[in-house]
C-alpha cells in the first residue's frame, strides 16, 4: 500500500493505515520552505525534512518505544538562539544525510530508512523528488486591491496563505527526478491512497511530478481519494467537496480513481459529489470518520476502519 501526500492531511491517513496493513510506504512532498525545513532546506541545500518527519512519526507504534520516539521527533526547541522553533526529528534526519553522504547511492532513502528503524516505523518513508521542489500557484485576486487579476505566487508556505483563490498549481524544477524507491513502491502496490491534505500544496504536487504521475497513471494498484473534511483557509477557500476533484482531474485529466471516501457528515451535496467521482470513474463512500469532538481531523480509528471496509470490498 502506498500513501500520497505532506503534513498533518499524511499523518492522519498513516496513523490509520498502519493499522491495516504491514506492507506500507509513505510517498511525501519535499516543497515545504517555512519553519525549521526552510531554514535547513536554505543553509544546507538539502530536501525539507519536515514533512517526511511527520510521516515516520505517524507511522510509530501505539507501544512505549513508538510513542516515546514519536513524541523526540516531533519535539522542537524553545529558545531565544539558533535552535529555536527546529524539530529533532528534522536535525536527526538531516545529520543521517550528511553522516551518509559518499557511502552509499541514495543517502536521502537510507537515512530515512535508518531514522525509521530508530523510531520503530511501521512502513517506509520516501520523497517524492530526489531535489528540494517550488510550488507555484496561479492565483486570482492576491492583491486584494485588483481582484480580478492573475499572478503567480511561489513558495508552499505562500501559495498556503494567499488572499486570492487559487486556480492551478505547477513545480519548480518542473521535470524533477522522482525517486526510484518511490516509483517501484507504486508499480507494486495494490493500493494507492491520495489524500487528505492541503490540496495544492500537498496533494497534487505528486501529480505533478511528470514520472511519478505517469507511475500513478499506469499502475495495476487502486486508487482512493480520501477527501478533506473542510475547507483550508488561504488554500481551498469555498471548495466543496466535489470542487477538490474536478481540480484534481484538471491537473491529472488521465488519472482514474477507483473509490471516493467522505465524511458523510461534510457532504452537503451527494449527488454533485457522486457526479464528480463517477467522472473519474470511481465510485463514492460516504462514512463516519470525523473526530468525535467536532473539530476539522480524521479519527484515525474511524479512518482505519472505513479503509478496511474498502479494501474488502
Known sequence: MVALGGGHGLYAS???????????????????????????????????????????????????????????????????????????????????????????????????????????????????ASVPLDIVAEVQGADPARPEQISHVQGQVACAMTPGKVLSMSLVPPDPPACEEALAAIEEADWVVFGPGSWFTSVLPHLKVPELARALTRTRARRVVALNLAPQPGETDGFSPHTHLEVMQAHAPDLRVDVVLADRGVVDDADALDKAVRSLGGSLVLADIAAADGSPRHDPARLAQAFVQIFRD
Do not use: Y
Open 14 to 128: 498513516l496513523s490509520a493505515l498502519r493499522r491495516v496493513t504491514g506492507d506500507l510506504t509513505a510517498v511525501v512532498t519535499v516543497a515545504d520552505d517555512g519553519g525549521s525545513s526552510g531554514r535547513l532546506r536554505r543553509e544546507l541545500g538539502v530536501l525539507p525534512p519536515g514533512d517526511l518527519r511527520m510521516a515516520l512519526a505517524a507511522l510509530c507504534g501505539d507501544d512505549d518505544w513508538g510513542q516515546t520516539w514519536s513524541r523526540v521527533a516531533q519535539h522542537r526547541f524553545r529558545s531565544k538562539g539558533d535552535l529555536h522553533d527546529h524539530a529533532v526529528g528534522n536535525l536527526l534526519i538531516v545529520a543521517l544525510w550528511e553522516l551518509l553522504e559518499g557511502t552509499t547511492p541514495d543517502p536521502t532513502v537510507a537515512g530515512l530508512d535508518w531514522v525509521g528503524r530508530l523510531l520503530g516505523a511501521q512502513g517506509r518513508v520516501l520523497p517524492m
